[in-house]
T-cell receptor, first 114, second 110 residues
Framework: DGGITQSPKYLFRKEGQNVTLSCEQN?????MYWYRQDPGQGLRLIYY???????QKGDIAEGYSVSREKKESFPLTVTSAQKNPTAFYLC?????????????FGDGTRLSIL | DAKTTQPNSMESNEEEPVHLPCNHS???????IHWYRQLPSQGPEYVIH???SNVNNRMASLAIAEDRKSSTLILHRATLRDAAVYYC???????????FGQGTRLTINP
């Protein structure tokens, strides 16, 4: 079945450490997105990519980095510069670049600080 | 940003219809209205989207006001599995992003 796979489901980070969250899709979608969700809050956009080898900052990109070397993969690195990284991270994809296309979400990665 | 306003919470009974309202007074003429729902510890799930006319699919119906400043998601016969946070989303004016509001937490009573 086609879908979006995020791994790991749970991740722990030590102070000063970079961690990378994986997002893979086999839907052949052009666009991919990373969101952050804090408890009881809505989703906030971190980065998005509309095509391979291209990506743009969202609302809260500071302390994060991404790459889009392959169409099916859009990993997110949470760097040590992100001072409050504890959150639920969600990856999504959509069939074309247009923002009016429905987005398909993975089941998320929950990141905590040790 | 195109802002949406939804009630924080709503409650309904199993097997009854549910009408979830959303205001989006700053939506531009060519932007779609999307609805997603999210169960605890899961990613959001696409429910439905529309532009001007009412839309139906296997999950729900979407009724859009004639002036497009508001819409209503209709669950025709709620089940316990419909208990979730429902997000109404519109594209931000002048920017290429979707805006997720706080959503409505729907509780379904057996």
């Amino acid at each position: 079945d086609g879908g979006i796979t995020q791994s790991p489901k749970y991740l722990f980070r030590k102070e000063g450490q970079n961690v990378t969250l994986s997002c893979e899709q086999n839907l052949n979608h052009d666009a991919m997105y990373w969101y952050r969700q804090d408890p009881g809050q809505g989703l906030r956009l971190i980065y998005y990519s509309q095509i391979v080898n291209d990506f743009q900052k969202g609302d809260i990109a500071e302390g994060y980095s991404v790459s889009r070397e392959k169409k099916e993969s859009f990993p997110l690195t949470v760097t040590s510069a992100q001072k409050n990284p504890t959150a639920f991270y969600l990856c999504a994809s959509s069939i074309t670049r247009g923002w009016n296309q429905p987005q398909h979400f993975g089941d998320g990665t929950r990141l905590s600080i040790l | 940003d195109a802002k949406t306003t939804q009630p924080n919470s709503m409650e309904s009974n199993e097997e009854e219809p549910v009408h979830l309202p959303c205001n989006h007074s700053t939506i531009s003429g060519t932007d779609y209205i999307h609805w997603y729902r999210q169960l605890p510890s899961q990613g959001p799930e696409y429910v439905i989207h529309g532009l001007t006319s009412n839309v139906n699919n296997r999950m729900a119906s979407l009724a859009i006001a004639e002036d497009r400043k508001s819409s209503t998601l209709i669950l025709h016969r709620a089940t316990l599995r419909d208990a979730a946070v429902y997000y109404c989303i519109s594209k931000s004016q002048g920017a290429q992003k979707l805006v997720f509001g706080q959503g409505t937490r729907l509780t379904i009573n057996p």
